[in-house]
DNA sequence: TTCGTATTTCGTAAAAATACGAAACAAAGG
DNA sequence: CCTTTGTTTCGTATTTTTACGAAATACGAA
């Protein structure tokens, strides 16, 4: 990590932005997004994946800290991490903003 | 392509996402961003990567259409497409902007 | 305790990303 | 023509991503 050429903050973006490199993640983040929460059989109605593979996506996005999931037996609940989700806004805010 | 789950959208997002999902094409973008255009061999100099490295980054950044470059004897010229840059940050801004 | 529901983890396979050095290329200058 | 310069392409190795079905887990209800 003492690398002197990438900042935290590329890092983080890069973090952020790789979470998002996928239509089945972009997906689920939309619809969190829109709708507070929702469990994992609901999200696998609206995805053409199998519900091994979600899960692995959900898994990515938890890693990333973009999701946060509790559980309420015997579902789990999936809504975003705010705080991590503003940080991602802004740094990609800044990113697009720092343009001539 | 005839995917009712996946929008046009969800997939154009996903691709600028995955191409700044590595702080190598972060730092790139950054650069392009700030000072309009650069020579692949000054991006080499802020990289702790390999030039023939460097130059596959610069190659998935222009398929995901987000810089090209113009050659300029005996040096190629990247620098940010405009249009799909402001592209990209539309879609960015609008997904993030979606939350409750 | 046994059953049913919701979800994840495991095992695995195939494809894509990342990285490097060597070789190739294209153009200008000697 | 030969050399130098800037850059890419090739060949290759390693790691990561993506995907699936089967098995495991966890819990409430019967």
Redesign the interface.
């Known amino acids: 990590m003492e690398?002197t050429?990438?900042t935290a903050k590329?890092?983080r973006?890069?973090r952020y932005?790789?979470?998002?490199?996928?239509?089945?993640?972009?997906?689920i983040?939309?619809l969190l997004?829109?709708q507070?929460c929702c469990y994992s059989g609901d999200l696998a109605n609206?995805?053409?994946i199998a519900r091994s593979t979600l899960s692995q996506h959900l898994s990515e996005l938890k890693d990333a800290g973009l999701i946060q999931g509790e559980i309420n037996p015997p579902r789990i609940r999936y809504c975003?991490n705010?705080a991590n989700?503003e940080e991602?806004?802004q740094l990609?805010?800044t990113?697009?903003d720092?343009?001539?």
Chains 1, 2 share one sequence.
């Open positions: 690398n050429y990438y590329h890092q973006l890069a932005a790789k979470a998002l490199g996928h239509p089945a993640r972009v997906l983040i939309e997004s829109r507070s609206d995805l053409p975003l705010r989700w991602a806004a990609f805010k990113l697009f720092s343009q001539l």
